[in-house]
T-cell receptor
Framework: ETGVTQTPRHLVMGMTNKKSLKCEQH?????MYWYKQSAKKPLELMFV???????ENNSVPSRFSPECPNSSHLFLHLHTLQPEDSALYLC??????????????????FGPGTRLTVL | GQNIDQPTEMTATEGAIVQINCTYQ??????LFWYQQHAGEAPTFLSY????GLEEKGRFSSFLSRSKGYSYLLLKELQMKDSASYLC???????????FGTGTKLQVIP
């Protein structure tokens, strides 16, 4: 496996269900991200982890709960979601969080995403 | 705050040249990314501009003017496979803070 992988690719869940999204990166990167992409809206940054520590939480509702057990894995735990949470959830990784640098350390590499539908 | 503007849709002919513009108002600006996203797929990195000027990479070039808050992505010798959304994203802050625009959906026609 290479790059960034995400499972499942598609998920349909009811509002009372609990499910988890999984992301794994095989690039040796130190930073990982969760984004939400809704139709006709820009990518929304949800969470940022650096070396397994959360460094950013963009006012995301508590029904979304991230977990980063190590620098290669990132989870997004979902519970009591709403229909408006239906979207494409993208995971990304980058080499590190060094700001102001050049491409090699700052570029984010995205996984294929999980298409989530909440009924 | 962060504000990024780019056209919603564009259409261009196979073999032609197209320029996709992006204007931004970003505090703590570091640089600007362009990503390509085919329908149903993940965004893939195209370019990252930190300094003013044009950077060429094969058929794709990206330009940045920091003083004007302006960038463009230039695609030459368009191919049908170039039909995709092109996302402009600003990089700001002391750590990896990337803000995306809504994207420009490019349709290449024969």
């Amino acid at each position: 496996e290479t790059g960034v992988t995400q499972t499942p690719r598609h998920l349909v869940m009811g509002m009372t269900n609990k499910k988890s999204l999984k992301c794994e990166q095989h690039l040796g990167h130190n930073a990982m991200y969760w984004y939400k992409q809704s139709a006709k809206k820009p990518l929304e940054l949800m969470f940022v982890y650096s070396l397994e520590e959360r460094v950013e939480n963009n006012s995301v509702p508590s029904r979304f709960s991230p977990e980063c057990p190590n620098s290669s894995h990132l989870f997004l735990h979902l519970h009591t979601l709403q229909p408006e949470d239906s979207a494409l959830y993208l995971c990304a990784s980058s080499q590190d969080l060094a700001g102001g640098g050049r491409t090699s350390t700052d570029t984010q590499y995205f996984g294929p995403g999980t298409r989530l539908t909440v009924l | 705050g962060q504000n990024i503007d780019q056209p919603t849709e564009m259409t261009a002919t196979e073999g032609a040249i197209v320029q996709i513009n992006c204007t931004y108002q970003t505090s703590g600006f570091n640089g600007l990314f362009w990503y390509q996203q085919h329908a149903g797929e993940a965004p893939t990195f195209l370019s990252y501009n930190v300094l003013d000027g044009l950077e060429e990479k094969g058929r794709f070039s990206s330009f940045l003017s920091r003083s004007k808050g302006y960038s463009y992505l230039l695609l030459k010798e368009l191919q049908m496979k170039d039909s995709a959304s092109y996302l402009c994203a600003t990089h700001s802050g002391g750590y990896q803070k990337v803000t995306f625009g809504t994207g420009t959906k490019l349709q290449v026609i024969p």
